[in-house]
């Protein structure tokens, strides 16, 4: 079951960068505004529609790894989006990737590989008590609306990037921990439970909010700024909710010397290539 929900996972990381590139080029083809403007003016572009179809076949696949695997091993390979993105990315712009751009994306998935392996992520429950779920809810909202907060126009772009991208990533942590619980009462009590769980529709409600704030992260700033606080982002909640709320297992002991290697691997991996290729997923103008 492990290899199935590392395949799933690899294959959702895959179609986040579709998604992902898609609808960074539709939103740096919009007015600068916010909120449900930029959504009705992003809908008009056919590239949203492809990059919406990318984040619809990912919550799919991701979904189908949830229910095969902790959602401390799955969420973490979802950083494979960036150098998967970056796959994309080159061919199409017919651009040659610099060395430092492939030492980069040799130490992201070096990096992965050594923290996934020295954790070893373990757990086999897929609901939590609602004593478990109230206070999570109420931290990963309270902490959503304050990177919105810090993000107010007056703020600098790199700034409002990073705020909204953290605030993403929370989000997207969230909505994976809600949809494991929901596809493990499908998976329990078929489409009747899977109807009336309130995870159901609590995944929905958190994966539209994390969409519309990564819309507003894309377009608000660089994506030095945005790109790095939403990978390690997304990857550090959904251990921590993991942990939290199914009872998941990580090593710990000594393999925290590795596991922090492997995190520092991964850092300068996704900065390194923030920045040698700024255009990762401006796709095709």
């Known amino acids: 079951m492990t290899v ?3 395949l799933f996972a690899v294959l ?3 179609s986040n960068a579709v998604g992902t590139a ?3 080029k539709a939103a740096a083809t919009v007015p600068h505004g916010g ?5 009705r003016a992003l809908v008009r572009r056919p590239a949203w529609a492809v990059g919406v179809a990318g984040v619809v076949g990912a919550a799919i696949f991701q979904a189908l790894a949830l229910v095969n695997g902790p959602l401390a091993l799955v969420q973490p390979l979802f950083i494979l989006e960036l150098p998967f993105a970056l796959l994309l990315a080159v061919p199409l712009l017919h651009r040659r990737l610099s060395a430092d751009g492939w030492r980069a994306v040799a130490a992201l998935v070096a990096g992965l590989a050594l923290v996934l392996l020295s954790a070893a992520p373990s757990g086999t429950r897929d609901q939590a008590p609602m004593t478990h779920w109230i206070p999570v809810l109420a931290l990963c909202l309270a902490a959503m609306a304050a990177a919105v907060a810090v993000a107010r126009p007056t703020r600098s772009p790199l700034v409002r990037a990073a705020a909204l991208a953290t605030a993403a990533a ?4 969230l909505t994976a921990a809600l949809m494991k619980s929901a596809t493990g009462r499908l998976a329990d009590a078929g489409l009747p ?12 409600l958190a994966g539209v909010c994390a969409l519309l704030l990564l819309e507003n992260a894309l377009q608000a700033g660089p994506l030095v700024a945005s790109q790095p606080a939403l990978t390690i982002g997304d990857a550090t909640v959904s251990l921590l909710l993991g942990i939290t709320l199914f009872d998941e297992h990580v090593r710990t002991g000594w393999w925290l010397l590795p596991e922090a290697a492997g995190a520092l691997l991964i850092v300068w991996g996704v900065v390194r290539l923030t920045r040698v290729v700024p255009h ?4 095709v103008r």
């Not at 909120?35 to 959504?39: C, H, M, Q």
């Not at 990762?280 to 796709?283: A, G």
């Open 4 to 6: 199935l929900a590392v």
């Open 12 to 14: 959702a990381a895959a």
């Open 22 to 24: 898609f609808q960074r």
């Open 35 to 39: 909120g449900l403007r930029l959504l």
């Open 170 to 173: 929370i989000g997207n942590a």
């Open 193 to 204: 439970g899977f109807l009336t769980a309130w995870q159901t529709y609590g995944f929905a």
């Open 280 to 283: 990762l997923v401006d796709v």
